[in-house]
């Protein structure tokens, strides 16, 4: 039985309506009246009636459980076939895999050659993602650092500068000093 064949039985038994209730008689019916604007309801069952409707009401239900263990009983058996149908498809296509390795031995060889540069292949794209990300970060690291190289440099050639300034700020200031020592002792 194909695949197919089981499949739609288990959709037809599915789709299966559900079993309608049995006829209620007109005793057991409840009546609706209609008196001066406002609906009432009547029951006229008796205690016999009560009695009737529950064992109908339980010879339904058990009828319906009934129908749905049938249901599973038959599902079990669709699944345990397409678990055999699975295992066949699996043994065939392993012959298959077989007579094609017997037909030119050479194919099966370069079968598993393609599958090992597969692996390596898949092996070498999170290695080369790795490389990249990591000269990346080289480059940023260098960038980072050289960034700061010229940083100091400026800052060494500023307190070269400043240094100058100071020692010239220096002589003048001792200039000064020297032609006020001298003036001071001119005076005198």
Same mark, same amino acid.
């Not at 499949?7 to 007109?26: F, H, K, L, N, R």
């Given at each position: ?15 299966a309506?559900p ?7 007109q ?6 009246q209609n008196?001066?604007?406002?609906l ?7 205690? %016999?009636?009560?009695e009737m409707s ?8 058990a009828?319906?459980?009934?129908? !749905? *263990?049938?249901k599973l !009983? ?5 699944q345990?076939?397409?678990?055999r149908? %699975?295992?066949?498809?699996k *043994? ?7 007579? !094609? ?12 050659? *393609? ?7 898949? %092996? ?21 650092f050289?960034?700061?190289?010229? !940083? ?11 240094s ?12 000064k ?6 003036n001071i002792?001119?005076?005198?």
């Amino acid at each position: 039985m194909s695949k197919q064949r089981l499949g739609e039985m288990m959709q037809t038994i599915e789709q299966a309506p559900p079993q309608p209730p049995p006829p209620q008689t007109q005793s057991q019916q409840l009546t609706v009246q209609n008196s001066a604007g406002s609906l009432s309801f009547n029951s006229n069952m008796s205690k %016999e009636d009560e009695e009737m409707s529950r064992s109908a009401l339980s010879t339904f239900r058990a009828k319906e459980e009934e129908i !749905e *263990r049938k249901k599973l !009983e038959v599902r079990e058996k669709v699944q345990a076939q397409l678990g055999r149908v %699975e295992e066949e498809t699996k *043994r065939l296509a392993t012959i298959r895999e077989e007579l !094609e390795g017997l037909s030119d031995p050479m194919r099966k060889e370069v079968s598993l050659v *393609r599958k090992k540069i597969d692996t390596v292949n898949k %092996e070498l794209k999170p290695l080369g993602q790795s490389c990249q990300k990591k000269e990346k970060e080289y480059r940023e690291a260098l960038e980072a650092f050289n960034d700061k190289n010229r !940083e100091k440099v400026q800052l060494i050639t500023k307190l070269m500068e400043v240094s100058l300034l100071v020692g010239e700020s220096e002589k003048m200031r001792m200039k000064k000093l020297e032609e006020l020592s001298k003036n001071i002792d001119s005076m005198q």
